[in-house]
């Protein structure tokens, strides 16, 4: 049985548009990754922006009482001795003493890794959104293509991609 030109091309747009939803499958789940990374850093920052600010109020002269934190929301009273000197987890489980002034520009250092981060995966987020946009309205254009030619009895008018991102 051959195909004629219509049937072809009928089958040529709903290959393309199959081909279309699976690339967009995999942007839809690239970019909830990405979302998930975002969630990560912001915590991250914030854990670094509250750690900058605690080290900048302890005093290098003075006892400083501060409450710790043992978990699940239990704290203990405690005096903190003058700091001149903290540990800083520097990565893969490594702690090193630092001088305070180290450690803060450390913590400063990370503050701006950390928002650099944040603006990379804002930008892919929004190439990938752009990117599925595209591919929604290249969907929503073949499938007009192929109900108002009769592009064969397979329409895939439900399979037409919607994305809010």
Do not use: C, W
């Not at 979302?35 to 302890?58: A, I, P, T």
């Amino acid at each position: 049985m051959t195909m004629n030109s219509g049937d072809r091309n009928a089958h040529a747009m709903e290959q393309t548009v199959n081909d279309l939803l699976q690339e967009s499958k995999l942007l839809e789940a690239y970019y909830n990754d990405i979302v998930s990374k975002e969630s990560v850093l912001h915590r991250l920052y914030e854990e670094s922006h509250n750690s900058y600010e605690g080290l900048l109020s302890l005093s290098q002269e003075v006892e400083t009482n501060s409450l710790v934190p043992l978990g699940i929301g239990v704290y203990v009273k405690s005096a903190i001795y003058p700091v001149d000197r903290v540990l800083v987890n520097i990565g893969a489980g490594v702690v090193v003493e630092k001088k305070k002034d180290d450690a803060i520009n450390f913590i400063e250092q990370r503050i701006k890794e950390f928002e650099l981060a944040t603006k990379q995966l804002s930008s892919q987020k929004q190439q990938i959104s752009h990117r599925m946009t595209e591919i929604q309205n290249a969907v929503n254009s073949y499938v007009g293509q192929m109900q108002k030619g009769g592009g064969g009895s397979h329409s895939h008018s439900r399979d037409s991609v919607s994305h809010s991102h």
